[in-house]
Structures are given as C-alpha cells and as structure tokens.
C-alpha cells in the first residue's frame, strides 16, 4: 500500500513559478511510475506529466515546455517544477502511482495524494 503526500502549493500571479512535491511511503517506490493530474473547478480530473522508474517523462501539450516533472528514488519523492504558470493552470493537483510501465490514464493509477490547491492569478 502507498501512502503520497502532496504540498507545495499556493497562491501565485501569473508568469510565476511554483514547485509541488509528493513525498511517498509504503512501497518500493523505486517501481511505480508517477503522474501527476489535475481538477479544476467544475471540470473532470485531467492528466498533466508522468515519470516512469527510469525518468521517462511524458506531458499534456498545454504544459509541455513549462513543467517539468523529476523524481528521486532516494528520497521516495516526485517533483512537479511549473513555470510561467498561466491563470488556466489553477487547479487541485494530485500525485498518483501506478505499477504501470507508463500511464497517462487516470484509472491506472492506483494510489492517490489528497492534492494540493494551486491558484493563478491574472
């Protein structure tokens, strides 16, 4: 059983930069393949980036080239780096875990974070 932990996030403008951090325990973590999703207001849970064990990254085409998902086996984290963040971004982010070689499908993952609010003002 995985247990993750989200935080990180906050109220920002927009253009700035915010880094969300999930912090797992209860498993190998080393095996799972990390996503991290997001929910806003009055929309469906949507995928944003996920990590495989070996640091294959994967992104959504509205956050290619300003997010950055890394994960450190070592310390049994997944960071999610989001620059120049854009009003259209404020959402619940959560972390989730799939045994999956890769996944960008929500009902794949698993394990679940209690997210964390990220909001971006214009």
């Known amino acids: 059983q995985v247990q993750l932990v989200e935080s990180g996030g906050g109220l920002v403008q927009a253009g700035d930069s915010l880094r969300l951090s999930c912090a797992a325990s209860g498993g190998t973590f080393s095996r799972y393949t990390m996503g991290w999703f997001r929910q806003a207001p009055g929309k469906e849970r949507e995928f944003v980036a996920t990590?495989?064990?070996?640091?294959?990254?994967y992104y959504v085409d509205s956050v290619k080239g300003r997010f950055t998902i890394s994960r450190d086996n070592a310390k049994n984290t997944v960071d999610l780096q989001m620059n120049t963040l854009k009003p259209e971004d404020t959402a619940v982010y959560y972390c989730?875990?799939?045994?999956?070689?890769?996944?960008?499908?929500?009902?794949?993952?698993?394990?679940w974070g209690q997210g964390t609010q990220v909001t971006v003002s214009s």
């Open positions: 990590i495989n064990w070996s640091g294959g990254t």
């Open positions: 989730a875990a799939t045994p999956r070689l890769w996944s960008r499908t929500e009902y794949e993952y698993g394990y």
